[in-house]
């Protein structure tokens, strides 16, 4: 029984994803793209974005009871969460004041780059933040385990994720925490069981700059030393360190073309999610990291892969351990 197989077959709990600043994302795919000219876009998409949601599409893939949750802005809001019924991703959104973001994506065959227009959302209020932190401490009861995803909108102090990681952990969740920036910093000083930082993030959050191999795992102790449990060091095409502290492993997956990259590494996250919350190994939860990851850059829309994505790249995964 291979990784895949053993998880499907596995326990399933109860997730619930946080996304606090939640994103339409709209790929414009445009034949002869010029600039100062009036043009019809030959094929657009529209995808709900935001990590934490991506984190929730990839588990419900793999069979996990979800919620996604966090705060959306109003206006905009119906055809986004539309979206996610659609998918059939159960949500719970707090609405507030304010126009939901939208990030535009350009594609055209005259360039092999994209053009990329980012929005920014609206600022929250106090009273915000104290409405969703009431909602959120209603429905923790109800969940296994919780997973922190992404930046924070206009308005909410960089301590946020602390302060809910320490409600979910009192309330007795497993807490994942994926962000950058001060929202990371602050938010691993509640301890959350597990932390997922691309090595630009691990850079910046340890103060340790890779120059060599050894500085991966410098970086991967300073981390377990502020008391987290888990770590999965994102490396991008280079794949993912996975660290309990006590056994650490690099996985990588070489595939011959690349679709898409957004949301690879929510659903590494995801993978490593399922693993502990399953009580798999150190090397098996490298594994399916690794496959999800890999499996969302072969399909368009973050984390819109199959199981059957996954199961035509397990057998590629190569996975080595690295001593502490």
Same mark, same amino acid.
């Given at each position: 029984?291979?990784?895949?197989?053993?998880?499907?077959?596995?326990?399933?709990?109860?997730?619930?994803?946080?996304?606090?600043?939640?994103?339409?994302?709209?790929?414009?795919?445009?034949?002869?793209?010029?600039?100062?000219?009036?043009?019809?876009?030959?094929?657009?998409?529209?995808?709900?974005?935001?990590?934490?949601?991506?984190?929730?599409?990839?588990?419900?893939?793999?069979?996990?009871?979800?919620?996604?949750?966090?705060?959306?802005?109003?206006?905009?809001?119906?055809?986004?969460?539309?979206?996610?019924?659609?998918?059939?991703?159960?949500?719970?959104?707090?609405?507030?004041?304010?126009?939901?973001?939208?990030?535009?994506?350009?594609?055209?065959?005259?360039?092999?780059?994209?053009?990329?227009?980012?929005?920014?959302?609206?600022?929250?209020?106090?009273?915000?933040?104290?409405?969703?932190?009431?909602? %959120?401490?209603?429905?923790?009861?109800?969940?296994?385990?919780?997973?922190?995803?992404? $930046?924070?909108? +206009? /308005?909410?102090? &960089? #301590?946020?994720?602390?302060?809910?990681?320490?409600?979910?952990?009192?309330?007795?969740?497993?807490?994942?925490?994926?962000?950058?920036?001060?929202?990371?910093?602050?938010?691993?000083?509640?301890?959350?069981?597990?932390?997922?930082?691309?090595?630009?993030?691990?850079?910046?959050?340890?103060?340790?700059?890779?120059?060599?191999?050894?500085?991966?795992?410098?970086?991967?102790?300073?981390?377990?030393?502020?008391?987290?449990?888990?770590?999965?060091?994102?490396?991008?095409?280079?794949?993912?360190?996975?660290?309990?502290?006590?056994?650490?492993?690099?996985?990588?997956?070489?595939?011959?073309?690349?679709?898409?990259?957004?949301?690879?590494?929510?659903?590494?996250?995801?993978?490593?999610? %399922?693993?502990?919350?399953?009580?798999?190994?150190?090397?098996?939860?490298?594994?399916? $990291?690794?496959? +999800? /990851?890999?499996? &969302? #850059?072969?399909?368009?829309?973050?984390?819109?892969?199959?199981?059957?994505?996954?199961?035509?790249?397990?057998?590629?995964?190569?996975?080595?351990?690295?001593?502490?």
């Amino acid at each position: 029984m291979n990784t895949i197989e053993k998880t499907l077959k596995g326990p399933k709990t109860k997730v619930l994803t946080i996304t606090l600043n939640p994103v339409l994302d709209r790929t414009l795919y445009i034949n002869n793209f010029q600039i100062g000219k009036t043009l019809i876009a030959d094929e657009v998409k529209n995808y709900a974005g935001g990590k934490g949601v991506n984190v929730s599409r990839a588990l419900k893939t793999m069979g996990f009871s979800i919620l996604a949750s966090g705060i959306i802005p109003e206006t905009g809001s119906g055809f986004y969460l539309s979206i996610l019924d659609n998918e059939g991703i159960p949500h719970n959104f707090l609405k507030v004041k304010g126009n939901l973001r939208i990030n535009t994506t350009i594609i055209t065959n005259v360039s092999d780059s994209e053009t990329h227009i980012r929005e920014k959302g609206p600022s929250l209020s106090p009273a915000d933040k104290d409405k969703f932190l009431k909602m %959120i401490k209603e429905t923790l009861p109800h969940f296994n385990a919780i997973a922190f995803s992404g $930046s924070i909108p +206009m /308005g909410i102090d &960089n #301590t946020i994720y602390e302060e809910l990681i320490r409600i979910a952990s009192k309330n007795g969740l497993r807490t994942y925490l994926d962000s950058s920036g001060k929202p990371l910093k602050e938010g691993t000083k509640a301890k959350p069981f597990l932390v997922k930082p691309n090595l630009e993030e691990a850079e910046d959050l340890t103060g340790i700059k890779v120059t060599g191999k050894n500085d991966y795992i410098s970086i991967i102790k300073k981390i377990h030393f502020l008391g987290i449990n888990y770590v999965a060091l994102s490396l991008g095409k280079n794949g993912l360190i996975f660290s309990s502290g006590r056994k650490c492993y690099h996985g990588q997956c070489t595939v011959e073309r690349i679709i898409n990259t957004v949301g690879s590494g929510d659903a590494a996250l995801a993978g490593a999610i %399922i693993g502990l919350e399953q009580g798999l190994s150190e090397k098996e939860i490298t594994i399916l $990291s690794v496959c +999800m /990851g890999t499996a &969302n #850059t072969q399909r368009d829309g973050a984390c819109h892969f199959s199981v059957r994505d996954m199961e035509n790249l397990i057998k590629r995964v190569k996975v080595n351990e690295i001593p502490l």
